[in-house]
């Protein structure tokens, strides 16, 4: 069997399917257990993405031995019997509940993840308005410039704050000057590389300074990892569909931690007539974007919100706030500009230099910045081991370069002049 060494330094067997042959249950059972060394040690030094790992579903098993699908709207259920359409309707009553619709009011189902729930949440607004337009910050994640572009919609770009917030003067520019176009405005509640959560309230109020009255305007909230944070965070701003808000999506994987990629769409249940073609076949409506859909994801969500419940939730909250404080300050305390948004687990600071540094860490670059988002896996001591080493090979990058080529970048346009420690802005913040 062939042996690779992998980036992180592990090796793994090659997986490899005999073309003729069966392969003997020894040979494939040494296969997983390399495949297992290897994927818990990156586990190990996991910082840059927004997964929780730490979990145990072990309860759950068995649950393997079957094969559960979904397909069909949830409301309805559907003819293939093998299916958890129970769970999933009790998941979305709670999130509606969450966010405050009423059973009768609401509609969802459990997607795929964050990307279905952005793709279906826009397909509702440009359903209601056909020639409307998208507005989407820059800061957006890539899915929901990759909805506009599948649903052939026309996106305004607009540009962000120095915190990752939509730039709100410009998004109002962009509305007058499209003032004849329903809008349909995509908002990141906690935005991918900085965590910055799009206010709402001034949004709303914004439309309604530029003449969009309710029925000329859709504002889906995309909340991947933050609609699980916001809720449970004294002072945190609301996501509520008391506003007058028509979606709302999060993934199911990022702060609440199932095993395997889902999240959760909720809409008004009055939107989506339109998407209500019957299907014979499965004696169910055809609303949602895949067909079949993987019936374990809901089982698993509704064990993990059980399992927490509010407080455990809001414990869970807290601890991962408050240990990116204490790295952000740990990364300042060693004159590396750091950045974090209030509310926020995502730590943003200058990009290290070496792929390989990056790669052990599983970090995650855009331009000069990097960060790290501190989710309940995340210890002290990763974070201290993180800092320690950070602190040690960027004196390599930097100081031990002899022709001084070779600088610290300056982030202050990405975090402010006031958290960038490049050579010309290190005397602010020291
Ligand atoms: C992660 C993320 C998504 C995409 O979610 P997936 O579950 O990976 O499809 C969408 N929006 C934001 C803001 C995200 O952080």
Known sequence: MEKAAQENGHSMIIPTISQFNRVNDADMANVIAHYLDSISHIRDHFLGYPTNLDFNYD???QLLRFHLNNVGDPSMGSSFSLNSNPFELCVLDWFAKLWQLEKNEYWGYVTSGGTEGNFQGILVGRELYPDGIIYASRDSHYSVLKAARLLRVKCVVVGTLISGEIDYDELKESLLANKDKPAIISLNIGTTVKGAIDDIDLVLQSLEDCGFTQDRFYVHCDAALFGMMVPFDVGAPDISFKKPIGSVTISGHKFLGCPMPCGILITRLKYIDFLSSEVEYIASKDTTITGSRGGHAPIFIWYALNKKGF????????????????????LKDHGIGAFLNKFSNIVVFERPQDDEFARKWSLANKGNISHVVVMKHVSLEMLDSFVNEFVKERCAWYEGNSNRQMQPPCVAEDIGAENCACAFHKILIS
Do not use: I
């Not at 407080?311 to 601890?319: A, D, I």
């Open 311 to 330: 407080n455990g939730l809001q414990e869970e909250v807290q601890e991962c706030v408050k240990k990116a404080v204490y790295l952000r300050d740990c």
């Open 59 to 61: 309860a759950l098993v």
